[in-house]
Nanobody
Framework: QVQLVESGGGLVEPGGSLTLSCAVS????????IGWFRQAPGKEREGVSC????????SYVDSVKGRFTISRDNAKNMVYLQMNDLKPEDTAVYYC?????????WGQGTQVTVSS
């Protein structure tokens, strides 16, 4: 059974850092593209970053390039999103996502709030 569980969100001041974690179960992380999405109040959910399966090719939305880094630990079956130089506009619920076995799977989300 595929399951994604995010953690690591919280309240941080502008310019601060957070690392989000996505614990993956039900398949090896190297076998699928895994992404991070976010949804701010009143806005549509948007893709933030993705790491491809075997090649681990990373991609980012323009607004986070140079500040966010996606990575994974194959042994722990985890995916991470390191977020630096956070801005108030990064405030959102962050979700881990994967499409595997002809289905979409989402985690429950973790809240990130950037405020002074």
């Amino acid at each position: 059974q595929v399951q994604l569980v995010e953690s690591g969100g919280g309240l941080v001041e502008p310019g601060g850092s957070l690392t989000l974690s996505c614990a993956v179960s039900g398949f090896p992380v190297v076998n699928a593209d895994i992404g991070w999405f976010r949804q701010a109040p009143g806005k549509e959910r948007e893709g933030v970053s993705c790491i491809s399966g075997h090649e681990a090719i990373r991609s980012y939305v323009d607004s986070v390039k140079g500040r966010f880094t996606i990575s994974r630990d194959n042994a722990k079956n985890m995916v991470y999103l390191q977020m630096n130089d956070l801005k108030p506009e990064d405030t959102a619920v962050y979700y881990c996502y994967v499409h595997v076995g002809y289905r979409d799977y989402w985690g429950q989300g973790t809240q990130v709030t950037v405020s002074s």
